[in-house]
């Protein structure tokens, strides 16, 4: 793939906690997506966890539980997301964190994710400026 061919989908999501593989979820996921001519297309949603929302989880991220009343589930969210970023590469900061609530919400349809090719901000960051002391 060229680079300046790609589309890439820029991506954050935001959680009830930080362990995903404990039972932590998805409660917002939003993207933006940039083609090769500069077009570009949101994608973002709140997300009903379907489990409390931890209180340092909505001191950092903002999101409230009346903010999540009717919010869709996650089974219905992720096909709608995969299907905006398909062919596009993923780019997010702290990729692996974000991926690992993916994964977990994707449950046995997890291995559609290897199918794309992911850039972590995070460490291209830490990459291009070395010895910062905050990234």
Do not use: Q
Request: hydrophobic share 45%.
């Amino acid at each position: 793939m060229r680079l300046k061919e790609a589309s890439f989908s820029v991506f954050d999501v935001e959680t009830t906690g930080l362990f995903p593989y404990s039972g932590d979820k998805i409660c917002e996921i939003g993207a933006l997506r940039v083609s090769p001519d500069g077009d570009t297309a949101t994608f973002g949603t709140l997300v009903d966890p379907e489990r409390p929302l931890s209180p340092e989880a909505m001191s950092v991220n903002g999101i409230t539980p009346d903010m999540l009343r009717g919010a869709p589930a996650i089974d219905d969210v992720l096909p709608e997301f995969l299907e905006f970023v398909k062919g596009s590469v993923l780019v997010a900061y702290n990729a692996p964190f974000d991926l690992g609530f993916i994964e977990c919400a994707l449950g046995s349809d997890a291995d559609s994710l290897r199918y794309f090719k992911v850039i972590d901000a995070l460490r291209l960051a830490r990459l291009l400026f070395p010895g910062l002391s905050r990234y």
